[in-house]
C-alpha cells in the first residue's frame, strides 16, 4: 500500500480501495471527482490465491493514470460464488454490492465458471462436454441477462461502462491440468470453456456491454502455466496485471461524470 501512495502521489492521481471482506465493512464513500470502478465476481476478481492486488485495484491504477483522475475501486468478488448467488446479491436492495451499483462509472464483471462446479469431474475426466451442462449453460444464459439489466437499473446517476470478462479455462489450466487431466479431460474443459464464453459474449453483446476476451490472450502465451498461481486455477500477479491491461484498453478513452 505504501508503494502505491507513493507512486500516485507522483502521478497525481488518487486510488481508493474497498475490498469485500467476511472480516470487515466495506465503505462506500467515492471522493468528490473520482470515477467509480465497482468490481463483482468470484475468486478471479478476489484475488484468490494471488497474494498480489487483483486486477480490479490494477485496473484503477491505469484508469487513474490515463485519465489524471482520482479513482475508487469497491472490489466485491467472492470465492465460490455463481451466477445465481451474484443476481441474489444485486437484487438485496441492502447488500453493499447493490448500494456500490448505485454510483458506478464502471462494472467490471467476471462470472460463471462456479455455475459447473458440479460436473468438474466429469468434464475433466472427458466424460462428458457441453452435454452433461446444458441447465446450467442455459441458466447462466438467464443469470447475466438478469445482472447486467440489474447493474443498469441500479444505478440511478448514469449508465455505467459495463466490461464483462470471459474465462482462459471454466477449471485449471497450465501444467497443473497437463498433469492432472488426461487429454480427453483438457479438450472437453476446453470445450466447455469456449461454450461458456460464447455465453458470456453474447450476453454482454445483447446488453450493450463490453465483452473482454481473455482465453486468447491467456492461451497464445508462451505457457499459461506463468500466468497463473500455483492452483493452476487463479491468475498469479502476471495474470492479474494482463487481466487489468485488457480491461484498459477495452475501456472508452473518456467517461464524462455526471450527478
Not at 451442462?133 to 438478469?146: F, I, K, P, S
Not at 479455462?169 to 488426461?182: I, S, T
Not at 450476453?203 to 492461451?219: K, M, R, S
Amino acid at each position: 500500500m505504501t508503494r502505491r501512495l507513493l507512486f500516485l502521489a507522483v502521478t497525481f492521481a488518487l486510488v481508493t480501495l474497498t475490498v469485500a471482506a467476511d472480516a470487515r465493512p466495506a465503505t462506500l464513500e467515492i471522493p468528490a471527482g473520482n470515477l467509480s470502478v465497482l468490481a463483482l465476481g468470484d475468486s478471479v476478481t478476489s484475488g484468490y490465491h494471488c497474494n498480489c492486488d487483483a486486477f480490479p485495484a490494477e485496473y484503477g491504477d491505469l484508469l487513474a493514470q490515463r485519465n489524471g483522475t482520482g479513482v475508487t475501486v469497491h472490489n466485491f468478488g467472492v470465492g465460490g460464488i455463481d451466477s445465481e448467488d451474484l443476481l441474489e446479491e444485486l437484487d438485496r436492495s441492502s447488500s453493499q454490492a447493490a448500494q456500490a451499483a448505485t454510483d458506478a462509472d464502471y462494472v467490471l464483471l467476471t462470472i460463471g465458471a462456479n455455475d459447473f462446479a458440479g460436473h468438474e469431474d466429469d468434464v475433466t475426466a472427458g466424460r462428458c462436454t457441453t452435454e452433461c451442462v446444458t441447465e446450467e449453460l442455459a441458466g447462466l444464459t438467464a443469470n447475466l441477462r438478469d445482472i447486467l439489466d440489474r447493474i443498469t437499473e441500479l444505478d440511478t446517476h448514469r449508465t455505467p461502462e459495463i466490461l464483462v470478462t470471459g474465462y482462459w479455462n471454466v477449471f485449471k489450466d497450465g501444467q497443473v491440468a497437463r498433469n492432472l487431466y488426461p487429454q480427453q479431460g483438457q479438450n472437453a474443459t476446453e470445450a466447455l470453456t469456449q461454450a461458456t464464453n460464447q455465453v458470456i459474449a453474447t450476453a454482454a453483446q445483447a446488453a450493450h456491454a463490453t465483452y473482454v476476451d481473455l482465453a486468447t490472450p491467456f492461451e497464445t502465451a508462451p505457457d499459461i502455466t506463468n500466468l497463473l498461481a500455483p492452483d493452476g486455477d487463479h491468475p498469479n500477479a502476471a495474470g492479474h496485471a494482463l487481466i487489468a491491461d485488457l480491461l484498459l484498453k477495452a475501456t472508452p478513452p473518456t467517461r464524462k461524470l455526471t450527478g
